[in-house]
């Protein structure tokens, strides 16, 4: 171990002059040189920036991966494959994991049954939803949490180091302004005493001692100026970051809005799908009570929002078909009370007394007395039938 002790003390000197410099700065009974008002603004800005750019960082990874420390050990494994400077192989997302515990529980419980057939098309939009997800991590953590990163690790690094350097330049020419005026001082009170002959040589050695110290007065403001060029440089690329992190903020945002529009796509589709076999969850039902969850949207609901799983009774007038044979082709479309409806599923009628649909058509819808409330009547063309209201939005 090469031990310097000089060059420790100097350090140790330097340590403390600068301690008792920013006491007296702050009591107020040292000068300061203060900076220029755009230097002080590009400081402020850049510190704002500094500030901010953290938080959203860190509160990005937070919504990315809300559990920093799970049962894979990600962020610990993210830290070493950092830190070996080696890229993050893809992981598996809780999304496919559920997906496959599906599928394996499907096999045990028999795909030929109702809950395992079930399980296999629900595990597989599943494992999409995961694959989704595991895409739009990757993208935002390239497009987005990347540059954030860089700027803090690197810009961020170097602009701190122009200003630390920057402020020791500040301190160091205070120091020469306090030994030019201390110097100027005792060279004034030396002319002014009544035997001045006699103190010609000590006159001579303070003058030549201000002269230095001006000398390193102008050195000092030299430096420091150039200093202060630097930094101001640096802290003007403040704007291009901002510029920089605007195009990664937009690029953020698409990514999001491409993640959820799969996830509503493939819940679409997975309603769909689980829509085709409304009764298949209830042979085994109670007789006496039923559960009953309508895939589409209810009329008297937000579009686009399923409503809850509800527990209906089989109570007259609510149950899924009304209490007495209703003859279709008997009824007449009345004069009045019947209206358009957009068809928001596909549905394929169970009898002859249903109307099959198709999403996205219109047809014309009307009630009759006795009838389900659930259920109207339905006519496209000389087609008539009974329609779940529940696939319908109702128009005005």
């Given at each position: 171990?090469?031990?310097?002790?000089?060059?420790?003390?100097?350090?140790?000197?330097?340590?403390?002059?600068?301690?008792?410099?920013f006491?007296?700065?702050?009591?107020?009974?040292?000068?300061?040189?203060?900076?220029?008002?755009?230097?002080?603004?590009?400081?402020?800005?850049?510190?704002?920036?500094?500030?901010?750019?953290?938080?959203?960082?860190?509160?990005?990874?937070?919504?990315?991966?809300?559990?920093?420390?799970?049962?894979?050990?990600?962020?610990?494994?993210?830290?070493?494959?950092?830190?070996?400077?080696?890229?993050?192989?893809?992981?598996?997302?809780?999304?496919?994991?559920?997906?496959?515990?599906?599928?394996?529980?499907?096999?045990?419980?028999?795909?030929?049954?109702?809950?395992?057939?079930?399980?296999?098309t629900?595990?597989?939009?599943?494992?999409?939803?995961?694959?989704?997800?595991?895409?739009?991590?990757?993208?935002?953590?390239?497009?987005?949490?990347?540059?954030?990163?860089?700027?803090?690790?690197?810009?961020?690094?170097?602009?701190?180091?122009?200003?630390?350097?920057?402020?020791?330049?500040?301190?160091?020419?205070?120091?020469?302004?306090?030994?030019?005026?201390?110097?100027?001082?005792?060279?004034?009170?030396?002319?002014?005493?009544?035997?001045?002959?006699?103190?010609?040589?000590?006159?001579?050695?303070?003058?030549?001692?201000?002269?230095?110290?001006?000398?390193e007065?102008?050195?000092?403001?030299?430096?420091?100026?150039?200093q202060?060029?630097?930094?101001?440089?640096?802290?003007?690329?403040?704007?291009?970051t901002?510029?920089?992190?605007?195009?990664?903020?937009?690029?953020f945002?698409?990514?999001?809005?491409t993640?959820?529009?799969?996830?509503?796509?493939?819940?679409?589709?997975?309603?769909?799908?689980?829509?085709?076999?409304?009764?298949?969850?209830?042979?085994?039902?109670?007789?006496?009570?039923?559960?009953?969850?309508?895939?589409?949207?209810?009329?008297?609901?937000?579009?686009?929002?399923?409503?809850?799983c509800?527990?209906?009774?089989?109570?007259?007038?609510?149950?899924?078909?009304?209490?007495?044979?209703?003859?279709?082709?008997?009824?007449?479309?009345?004069?009045?009370?019947?209206?358009?409806?957009?068809?928001?599923?596909?549905?394929?009628?169970?009898?002859?007394?249903?109307?099959?649909?198709?999403?996205?058509?219109?047809?014309?819808?009307?009630?009759?007395?006795?009838?389900?409330?659930?259920w109207?009547?339905?006519?496209?063309?000389n087609?008539?039938?009974?329609?779940?209201?529940?696939?319908?939005?109702?128009?005005?």
């Amino acid at each position: 171990m090469d031990f310097n002790l000089k060059k420790l003390t100097s350090d140790a000197g330097v340590f403390f002059t600068r301690a008792v410099q920013f006491t007296e700065e702050k009591l107020g009974s040292a000068e300061k040189t203060e900076l220029d008002a755009h230097l002080e603004n590009l400081i402020a800005r850049a510190d704002c920036t500094k500030n901010w750019t953290e938080k959203i960082f860190r509160q990005t990874e937070v919504l990315l991966q809300p559990n920093p420390i799970d049962h894979t050990g990600a962020r610990i494994e993210e830290f070493f494959y950092e830190k070996l400077d080696k890229k993050i192989p893809s992981r598996t997302t809780n999304g496919e994991l559920l997906g496959q515990y599906m599928l394996d529980a499907a096999k045990d419980f028999g795909p030929g049954t109702p809950y395992g057939s079930t399980l296999i098309t629900v595990g597989e939009y599943q494992s999409r939803l995961g694959g989704a997800e595991r895409e739009f991590l990757q993208t935002s953590a390239i497009n987005f949490l990347t540059p954030l990163r860089n700027f803090l690790e690197g810009d961020w690094r170097t602009i701190s180091k122009e200003r630390r350097l920057l402020e020791n330049r500040r301190l160091d020419l205070d120091i020469c302004k306090a030994r030019v005026k201390k110097a100027k001082q005792a060279e004034a009170k030396a002319a002014a005493e009544p035997d001045f002959q006699e103190t010609r040589p000590r006159n001579y050695v303070l003058s030549a001692s201000a002269s230095a110290a001006e000398q390193e007065l102008r050195v000092a403001q030299t430096e420091f100026d150039r200093q202060a060029e630097v930094t101001r440089l640096l802290l003007e690329g403040i704007s291009s970051t901002h510029v920089n992190h605007l195009r990664c903020l937009h690029e953020f945002v698409e990514a999001q809005a491409t993640y959820y529009a799969q996830c509503h796509q493939y819940m679409q589709e997975l309603q769909k799908e689980l829509s085709r076999y409304p009764n298949s969850f209830a042979s085994n039902a109670n007789p006496s009570t039923s559960a009953t969850c309508p895939s589409p949207v209810s009329s008297a609901t937000l579009p686009g929002v399923s409503p809850p799983c509800l527990a209906s009774t089989s109570t007259p007038g609510i149950a899924r078909e009304p209490s007495g044979p209703l003859k279709i082709q008997d009824v007449q479309q009345p004069s009045t009370g019947h209206r358009k409806a957009k068809v928001l599923y596909d549905y394929d009628a169970h009898d002859t007394s249903e109307l099959s649909l198709l999403a996205d058509e219109l047809i014309t819808v009307y009630t009759v007395p006795g009838m389900d409330p659930d259920w109207l009547v339905g006519e496209r063309g000389n087609q008539k039938g009974k329609v779940p209201v529940t696939y319908l939005e109702l128009l005005s």
